[in-house]
């Protein structure tokens, strides 16, 4: 990898600015000074310093976060913050986005990257990819809801969603459920329960795919996968 890019990526700056360093001799490779932003270098086995401190290059992250309420599933906003704004700089960094979306309202599982090889394919219709859902529902959630999820229902546009399991953890006035689906429609938890005509009053993600939620990160907190979660990820 070129020696420019390799410290542009690891946030060092601009080309522009990484040119700048590299002309003021900050940059050095095996501790030899270098000043041509042209040279290859492998970083997986020469050691690249700025300033004395060792470049810690990655190409990618991977990173769960339990969204909060209140913050919206983008990169930047100009009105709301985003779950990329509640990351430090050194994750900032990688450009990373969101793996679909969670309504502002909806908390739960968020996975955030810069690999977008792994989000097509967490998010392809094709490859039915399921996400759990804890809700609490206004209304008494039926077998009969089960039923219709299992089957289809037609959401309010017209479309017809995919099989769903639905399960019900508590039925009644109000009702506690968790539902999967394998697909990722505009608001489709919210609008499935409505074309039952019933409300969705809180929402969380569990699980996407073999990911599962740590039960251990509070709203807005987030970690990086290990590497068992990972390869479950990327064999599932």
């Known amino acids: 990898m070129r020696l420019d890019k390799l410290l542009a990526n690891s946030g060092y700056g601009s080309r522009k ?5 590299l002309k003021q001799g900050a940059v050095s490779v095996e501790g030899v000074p270098v000043k041509d932003p042209a040279l290859h270098v492998d970083p997986e086995s020469r050691e690249v310093t700025v ?4 470049v810690d290059y990655r190409e990618f992250i991977y990173l769960m976060m339990n969204k909060p309420p209140g913050v919206i599933s983008a990169t930047e906003d100009t009105r709301d913050r985003t779950v990329v704004d509640l990351l430090p ?7 990373p986005f969101p793996v679909g979306r969670l309504d502002k309202d909806t908390e ?7 690999d977008g090889k792994l989000s097509h394919e967490l998010l392809s219709p094709k490859k039915h990819v399921g996400k759990t859902y804890y809700a609490v529902i206004d209304g008494e959630v039926t077998d009969a809801d089960g039923e219709a999820f299992r089957a ?3 959401l309010d546009d017209g479309y ?3 099989p769903a399991e639905l399960n019900i953890l508590r039925s009644g006035p109000e009702s506690e459920i968790e539902l ?4 990722g429609k505009f608001h489709q938890v919210k609008r499935m329960f409505e074309a039952r005509d019933k ?3 809180y929402l969380k993600r569990l699980t996407m795919g073999p990911l599962e939620l740590d039960p251990d990160l509070a709203n807005g907190e987030w970690r990086e996968l290990s590497e068992e979660e990972l390869s479950e990820l990327k064999n599932r």
């Open 199 to 201: 409300r969705v009053t």
């Open 51 to 54: 300033f004395g401190d060792p």
């Open 108 to 114: 739960g599982l968020l996975l955030i990257t810069n």
């Open 17 to 21: 600015e990484v040119k700048a360093l």
């Open 160 to 162: 017809v969603t995919k």
């Open 89 to 95: 700089y050194e994750y900032r960094r990688f450009k």
């Open 180 to 183: 999967t689906i394998t697909e």
């Open 152 to 154: 289809g229902v037609t």
